[in-house]
C-alpha cells in the first residue's frame, strides 16, 4: 500500500490527467462488454458467461481483417460484425435451448463454449501473443494537457465508445426496437400476444450483445496484447459491472464500469498489489449500500 | 353494426391440461362477424383458459382452433395475433414502466389484411382520459386506467376479433359503467368479441350471444336474451 505515492498524484494535474484517460479507457471498453451482459441477462434472463470469449473473438477477428485489408475501420467493423452474426449461430444452436434452464446449465453450456472457443484461437492464431500494432493514423504526437500526455489512440477510443454508448441509450430508451425488448424483459407472454416474435427479440438481443463486444474486442486490440483466454478477466469485470450497476441496467453498466475503470487506474498507484481486490471491496459496498446495484431496481 | 354468419374465431372440441389436470373438456366456442358473445361462467370455470387456448398461451392438446378459417392450434401467441386475433388479460398486464403512449405503441400492427386503422390518436379520441396521462408511467394508473389502456394497447394491432378476460373485475361501479359504454362503441363499430365474465347482468346489452361453460365444459349456448329467461341455467352455473 502506498497512499503517499497515490496523494501527489491526486495533487499532480498531470498524473489525474493520465490516470483518468487510462481509467476511462479500462471503463470504457469494460462498458461495451458489460452492457452486453446485461442486456442479455436483462431480456434472456440468460447470464452469458462467454462474453469475455465474444471480446477475445472481436480482437482475433479484427487482427485479420487488419491484416488483410490494413485500414483499422475495417478490422474494428469486422470484429463487431463478425462476433454479431458468431453470436447469433451460438444463440440460436446453444442459448435458445437452455432457456429457463437453471443457472448451472447455462454456466455449464457457456465454459464448454469458451473452452472451445480459446482452443480453437490457440489453433487458428497460435498460442502466442500477438500484437496488432498501432494503426499508422494513430501514430502522432500525443496530446499534452497540463502536462499530462494522452495518447491520439486514447482519445480516439474515448470518444467513440462513449458515442456508441450514447447510441445504445437512445436505441434502447427511445426507438420501437427499445420498447419492445424492455417491455420483453418484463413481460414476454404479454409482447407476445401483441404479435410480436419474441424468438427473434431475443436473437437480436444476443447479436446486439455480440457486436458491441466484438466492437470492444476491436477497439482495444491495439492496446491490449492478443491471446487465447483475454476474455477471462473482463467477463469476471464485466459481472461486478452489473452488481454495481444493476442487472439489465444500460446506464448503470456504464457507471459501473467507468468506476471499475477509475479504481483500476488510481488503484496500481495506491495499491500497486491490490488492485484486483479494490474491484471486489466496491463491490461489496455497493451490494452493502444498495443491494440490487446502484441502478437497479427493487430487492432482486 | 354488421353481423354475418362468417366465423372469424372458434375453438372445436378442444381439451387443455395444466400439468396432468385436465381443465377444458371438449370445449367448442365459434363467434361470428360482428357478434359479442359472452362467455359467462363461475369462477374458475374454464372462461380464463379457453380465451388462452385461443389466444396460443394455453395450446389445447387436443381439438382445433381457427382465426378467420385458419387452423392455428399449438402456434406460437404471435402467429395467433398476427391472424387477426386481440387479446386482452384478465390481470391487464401493462407493461408499468413504459408509458402510456409507449404501451400503445408496443402493441402497434396492421391487421391480418392490412388493416391499420387503430393510431394513438384514434384511441385518444375513444378513451379520451388516456390522453391526458400520456406521459405517466402505466404502473402508475388506477386499475380502470389500466383496463381502458389495455384495450387500447390491443386494438392498436388492428384485430379482427377481441378476447376480453372479464374486464369488468374488480373496478368501482363508475368505472365498469365505462368499460360497458366503450365495449358497446367497440361493438356498434362491428368488432366481433368473445366476453368472458362472472357478471351476466354487465353482459346485458352489450352481447348478443351467450355460451354459459361449467367445469371445463359447456352447458348452454344461446342467445343472451334466452339466457336471462332461464332460470335453471342460470340457478344452476351462474353465481348471481
Redesign the interface.
Known sequence: MDLSALASCLITPSCVITQTTSGLIIGLLLFLVAAGVSLIFGVLKVVNFAHGAFYMLGAYFAYTAYQLSGNYLIAVLAGGIGVALFGLVFERLLISRVYGSPVLMQLLVCYGAILILDDLVKIIWGADFLSFGMPSAFQQLPFVFAGGVVPVFYLFLIVVALAIAGLLGLLISKT?YG??V??AA??P??????????GVVYASVFVLGGFLAGLAGGLAAPVRSLTAGMGTSIIIESFIVTVIGGMGSVAGALVGSILIGLVRSFGTIGFPLFTEGLMFVLMAVVLVLKPSGLFGKGGA | MTTTDREIMATEGIDVFYGSSQILFDVSVSVTEGQTMALLGRNGAGKSTTLKAI???APPKTGKVRILGRELQRR???VI??AGLG?V?EDR?V????TVE?NL?????RGPNGEDYWTVRRIYDMLPLLEPLKDRFAGRLSGGEQQMLTIG??LM?NPVGLLLDEPSEGLAPVIVQQIGALLRKLRDMGVTVLLAEQNMHFCLGIASHATVIDKGQIVFRDTIEALKANEDVKARYLAL
Open positions: 420501437r420498447k419492445i424492455r417491455a418484463v413481460n407472454s404479454m409482447v407476445s400476444a401483441l404479435g410480436i416474435n419474441t | 389466444a396460443g398461451l406460437r401467441p404471435h395475433a398476427r387479446y388479460p398486464q407493461f408499468p414502466e413504459h409507449d405503441l408496443i402493441g402497434e400492427k394497447r390491443t394491432g
